[in-house]
């Protein structure tokens, strides 16, 4: 109990809190055993060394075994005891490091201890041609398929008539949740709406709505229709009363127009 004290460094998260004891000639040693799934190494740590309390072997089996990403991540948690429940627990549970969507303003992105589903990587391809406005074509690329084949060459890549196919299915189907939402929602809801016009000489609407979501301010663009061939102040509310009755919001609206 009086070394268990001294275990605090992040690196003991990665193994049984509890070593066993064990003597080999006459030496007494604690036998510390990876928590990783599937891996049934251990660190020895015999007791009449004086650097009884020297974590570098079991840093190297930890980049070994769970990856640097991981190790490094534990090293940012500071103590074993935060390493072990945000970091490795969750990477035990579900296979990423979720902690790392809670460190704020640093823009860190999960990585998973484990290969990516096939759903998973058809999911992941949506989210990154969405956010990056890439083609879907983009997964024909060469340097691409290089990149995510080498040493896995059996590994899963959707065509790009698939990412098509799941770009809108994805689309309709957030569609639909954001209208239960706003349907749903307790409270007041403010629509706004701008209008230009670009250098080809067309006209847009753009239509946004406005409300607290969980203590937090939540803005999010509701759709952006081409106003072409009619009076565009006539057409502007029209594509406004088109989207709240989409969204069965008519009654509930309070429009703010920017013009």
């Not at 089996?61 to 090293?75: D, L």
């Not at 060459?153 to 639909?176: G, I, M, Q």
């Not at 999010?220 to 006539?234: G, R």
Request: net charge positive; aromatic share 8%.
């Amino acid at each position: 109990e009086r070394l268990r004290k001294g275990w605090t460094s992040p690196v003991y998260a990665f193994f049984e809190p509890t070593p066993s004891i064990e003597y080999t000639n006459g030496r007494r040693s604690h036998v510390f055993k990876c928590m990783g799934k599937s891996c049934n190494q251990c660190v020895r740590h015999y007791l009449d060394k004086g650097d009884a309390k020297s974590t570098s072997n079991m840093a190297k089996h930890v980049k070994r075994c769970w990856g640097e990403i991981a190790y490094e991540a534990a090293q940012e948690a500071k103590t074993a005891a935060s390493a072990r429940e945000s970091i490795v627990g969750s990477i035990l549970t579900t296979g990423s490091i979720t902690s790392l969507f809670e460190r704020k303003g640093k823009g860190k992105v999960t990585y998973s201890h484990r290969q990516h589903t096939k759903s998973e990587t058809k999911a992941e391809i949506v989210r990154w041609v969405s956010e990056s406005l890439r083609p879907f074509e983009v997964v024909n690329d060469r340097g691409f398929k290089s990149l995510m084949k080498t040493g896995q060459p059996e590994y899963y890549l959707p065509s790009p008539s698939t990412v098509s196919r799941d770009v809108k299915l994805v689309f309709a189907n957030v569609r639909k949740r954001i209208a239960r939402m706003l349907r749903d929602y307790d409270g007041d809801l403010n629509f706004a709406t701008d209008v230009w016009t670009s250098p080809n000489h067309k006209a847009f609407v753009a239509v946004s709505v406005h409300l607290e979501h969980e203590g937090q301010p939540l803005a999010m663009l509701l759709d952006i229709v081409e106003v072409a061939k009619v009076c565009i102040a006539n057409k502007h509310e029209q594509a406004l009363i088109i989207l709240l009755v989409t969204f069965r919001h008519e009654s509930r609206a309070s429009i703010h127009e920017d013009t």
